[in-house]
């Protein structure tokens, strides 16, 4: 197996090319999160969009989507909500069976007990919308390459469009006015107001 990485167009987005044979080649993106200190929300987006814009442009199917949650981490904080919350609107319905909702850390899980009333909290509230659509949950329980894989070779994508590249590229909007665009224009006025009910 032979791995490098290329150098991406796109600042704060990394592309990974895996030959696992002659005839199969993996492409993997590191795509940034929101809530990233070193960076605005907007900005994240406009990295996400441009990527993901140029790659349909040019014809290229996503085969599935990786969306890692550290299972340590409160299920319930606002950064994970804000990150789900835009990932679900990039993403759109249509695209959902090849989305696999990672969790991970589980080496680090002190409680058994309470990670897995967490999993069942993911499940059932936060992750559920996606899963209905045909989402799944998968494990990485152990830090290896055999654990990696599996997950890797369960997606099931069948290299449908993401909604953000139908509304930016079929549609021709603009990013403001796509599905992920308006509903971080929303967050955004609502922590203006409510800094602004903070100030009075």
Known sequence: ????????????????????????????????????????????????????????????????????????????????????????RLCGDKAACGVRLVTTMWDKVTNRDLAERRVLQLENNLWRPLIEEGARHKR??????????????DLTGRGEALLLQEELVDAGRYLSETTVGQALYAQFQMLLNEQKETIK
């Open 1 to 88: 197996m032979e791995a490098y990485q290329l150098k991406s167009h796109t600042p704060g987005i990394e592309e990974f090319t895996v030959n696992l044979s002659k005839d199969q080649q993996y492409l993997f993106a590191d795509i940034p999160g929101f809530d990233e200190p070193y960076r605005s929300d907007p900005d994240t987006l406009r990295t996400i969009a441009e990527w993901l814009e140029r790659k349909h442009c040019a014809n290229v199917k996503l085969g599935g989507i990786i969306y890692t949650h550290r299972i340590t981490d409160n299920w319930m904080s606002v950064p994970v909500c804000k990150n789900l919350v835009m990932f679900s």
């Open 140 to 153: 990485f329980e152990e830090n290896s390459s055999r654990c990696a894989w599996g997950i890797i070779q």
